[in-house]
């Protein structure tokens, strides 16, 4: 009876030290370990990035890592994969030049292993050319996300600032002018004369517009 009075003490004691814990160290949904510092930070972003914004997320995925759209969502949507994860596999499959389904599979068989060790064993060790051109793709990502950076760059992007629709976003968030106003900007805007019938700086007739 007493061992099962402490069996409960210690149960009830690491349920209040875990529910101490900061809700981040709780819900990590991937497995960093890439081994390269510079990376583990980007996917860790791309991972918020992910989860905001998923549109944008999934077609850079179709769009650039070549990634069926169909097994990008069903990596996130029913195998529960976090966006970190599906980018990874996308990018590693993308610098070997192989399907990102490879990359998946091989993954899934054993996910406790890491990133890190599961490049390697495809042959991207950290250094190498082929980790290079990784992390040179994570650089592209980000530059069509909007927020321009380069390799091992100490920088730290807060997507809730800086994605879609903030002010930063660059060409994440640029909405294109309507042709008929750019057209109206060019050529002066009719309708705004100077009060003597002069349709504006765009008119092509040499009179000054009064009448006779």
């Not at 081994?35 to 995925?61: A, K, Q």
């Not at 250094?127 to 980000?142: D, E, I, M, R, W």
Request: with cysteine.
């Amino acid at each position: 009876m007493k061992a099962f009075k402490t069996l409960l003490a210690t149960a009830a004691l690491g349920l209040s030290l875990q529910a101490a814990l900061p809700a981040v160290a709780q819900t990590v949904g991937y497995n960093v370990r890439t081994g390269d510092v510079w990376v583990d930070t980007r996917l860790g972003e791309i991972n918020d990035y992910g989860r905001r914004y998923r549109d944008p997320f999934v077609s850079e995925m179709t769009g650039y890592y070549g990634a069926p759209r169909s097994l990008v969502t069903d990596l996130l949507d029913r195998r529960g994969w976090a966006p970190a994860d599906v980018y990874y596999a996308c990018a590693i499959a993308r610098a070997l030049g192989i399907p990102c389904l490879d990359v998946v599979d091989r993954y899934e068989r054993n996910p406790g292993q890491g990133w890190g060790n599961l490049a390697k064993q495809m042959g991207i060790k950290p250094g190498s050319p082929a980790f290079h051109a990784l992390k040179n793709g994570t650089v592209g990502t980000y530059d069509r996300w909007g927020y321009p950076v380069r390799v091992d760059q100490r920088v730290s992007v807060d997507w809730s600032k800086h994605g879609p629709g903030h002010g930063k976003g660059g060409s994440a968030s640029a909405k294109p002018k309507p042709a008929a106003a750019s057209q109206a900007k060019s050529q002066g805007n009719p309708g705004k004369g100077n009060g003597n019938g002069n349709a504006g700086k765009g008119n092509a007739g040499k009179g000054n517009g009064r009448d006779k």
